[in-house]
């Protein structure tokens, strides 16, 4: 009997490393205004969400504005949805100011420089500009 308790303890102990070592341990790395010229490490599998946020009833909206999609399809960083609002529970109204949201899965380790500006299409200076450095480990 102790020796059943024993191997049934070493068991989940062996499967639960090699959930880690296989990545089935997911995490999220979320990024804010708030972390404006970081560094932020990530791991592989990991889901990267940016809020940045807004109000697009202005005419302003969030843009990633580097690095360039070929840079981005070259960076860690694989995209999993770009500019889309959000807004909080029952304030999706006319006005309302909300979060734009872009999100990204860690794929491959390395670092990319994410860079956003807050604009109106018909201006030609952003009223505000957002940098994020992320650094993607195994």
């Not at 804010?32 to 005419?59: C, E, F, Q, W, Y």
């Not at 420089?113 to 604009?119: D, G, K, Q, S, V």
Request: hydrophobic fraction near 45%; charged fraction near 15%.
């Amino acid at each position: 009997m102790k020796n059943t308790r024993r191997i049934i303890v070493l068991l989940f102990v062996l499967v639960g490393i090699a959930a880690l070592v296989a990545g089935c341990s997911l995490g999220t790395v979320s990024v804010s205004l708030d972390d404006a010229g970081a560094i932020k490490v990530a791991h592989l599998g990991d889901r990267l969400v940016v809020r940045l946020a807004g109000n697009p009833s202005t005419g302003y909206t969030w843009g990633r504005v580097a690095p360039s999609d070929a840079g981005l399809a070259a960076s860690p960083l694989d995209v999993a949805r770009e500019s889309e609002w959000e807004f909080p529970a029952g304030e999706n109204m006319p006005g309302a100011s909300g979060l734009c949201i872009f999100e990204y899965i860690v794929a491959r380790t390395g670092t990319v420089t994410l860079e956003y500006a807050y604009a109106r299409s018909w201006e030609t200076e952003p009223a505000q500009t957002f940098s994020v450095t992320i650094w993607a480990q195994e």
